[in-house]
C-alpha cells in the first residue's frame, strides 16, 4: 500500500473541515430564515374543529300530546300549529308558535318576533329565562323581551351549500340577538368595550346557565357565523356530549362595581 503524503493528508482535513463549516453555516442561514417568516395564521372556524354535530331525528315524544302539555303548564304562550313538512327532510310534526314566555309573577317576557320551534324546545327556553335569566335582572327592573329571533327554517348550517341540515331545519334551534327588560336595560350577545359590568355578568350568567341546559351554544367567538347573535339548540349527540363556544374578552371575570 502506498504512503499518502503529508500534504495530501493535511489537504484533506482543511477540505473536509470547509464542507463542515459550509453545512452549518447553511442550516444557520436556513433557521434564521424560518424565525422570519411566520406561519399562517389557522382560520378562526378551524382554530377548534367541533365535534360531530349529526342533525337531531325528530323525537317521537314531540309530538301533539306533549306540545299540549306545555301550553297547557302556562309557562310559554304560543299557538299550535298544523304540521311542517318540507323538502330535504326539514319539518316539525307538533309545531309551536312561541309569542312569549310566563314568568312565576305572571309577568310576560315576548319574542320578538314571535318564532316556530318544536315544544321540548320551547318548554327548555321557558325553563331557562323563568329560572336562570329573570332572577337576574337587578331589584327593580324585570326582564320584558327578546330580541332579534329566530326559529324554524328550512336550510342547512349556516346556509351553507352542500352542508349537513341545520337545527334549525327540524324547530330544534333558537337564534338571540339581546334581551331587554321594561326599563330599557339591552343585554347585547355581541361584546362591546363600553359594556358595563352588569352587562358583562349578565352575558357571563346566560353562557355559563345555557351551556348546561342546551347541547349547542354558539356565540361570539365560536366562529363567523356567529358573531353578532347567540345559537342554542336541543341537538342529540353521542353520549349526551354537549358543544359550549361562546367567548370574549374579560366576559368570565368582569370588574369590580364602583361603590
Known amino acids: 500500500m502506498r504512503d499518502v503524503p503529508p500534504a495530501a493528508i493535511e489537504g484533506t482535513r482543511i477540505c473536509s473541515r470547509a464542507l463542515v463549516s459550509l453545512g452549518l453555516m447553511a442550516f444557520a442561514c436556513t433557521s434564521a430564515i424560518a424565525e422570519q417568516v411566520p406561519l399562517p ?17 325528530p323525537n317521537a315524544d314531540d309530538n301533539d300530546a306533549l306540545r299540549a302539555q306545555v301550553l297547557a303548564i302556562r309557562h310559554v304562550i304560543g299557538e299550535a300549529l298544523p304540521p311542517i313538512t318540507d323538502k330535504g327532510g326539514c319539518g316539525i310534526e307538533a ?38 335569566l329573570a332572577p337576574a335582572v337587578a331589584k327593580g327592573d324585570q326582564l320584558a323581551s327578546i330580541e332579534g329571533t329566530g326559529g ?39 361584546p362591546s368595550k363600553d359594556d358595563s359590568d352588569d352587562v358583562r355578568s349578565f ?57
Open 41 to 57: 395564521a389557522r382560520p378562526p372556524d378551524l382554530a377548534a374543529p367541533a365535534p360531530d354535530t349529526t342533525p337531531s331525528q
Open 95 to 132: 309545531p309551536l308558535r312561541l309569542d312569549a314566555i310566563m314568568l312565576a309573577d305572571g309577568a310576560k317576557v315576548t319574542l320578538s318576533p314571535p318564532v316556530v320551534m318544536r315544544a321540548s324546545l320551547a318548554s327548555a327556553v321557558a325553563d331557562w329565562v323563568r329560572d336562570d
Open 152 to 190: 324554524y327554517q328550512c336550510r342547512s348550517r349556516d346556509s351553507i351549500a352542500g352542508a349537513k341540515l341545520s337545527e334549525h331545519a327540524i324547530g330544534n334551534a333558537l337564534d338571540l340577538h339581546a334581551l331587554r327588560t321594561e326599563q330599557g336595560k339591552l343585554f347585547v350577545i355581541a
Open 203 to 259: 352575558r357571563a350568567l346566560m353562557k355559563k346557565t345555557a351551556c348546561v341546559r342546551f347541547s349547542t351554544v354558539l356565540g361570539p367567538g365560536a366562529d363567523l357565523y356567529h358573531q353578532e347573535h347567540l345559537h342554542i339548540d336541543l341537538a342529540v349527540r353521542r353520549n349526551g356530549m354537549h358543544l359550549c363556544q361562546w367567548t370574549w374578552q374579560d366576559a368570565e371575570a368582569p370588574a369590580p362595581a364602583k361603590r
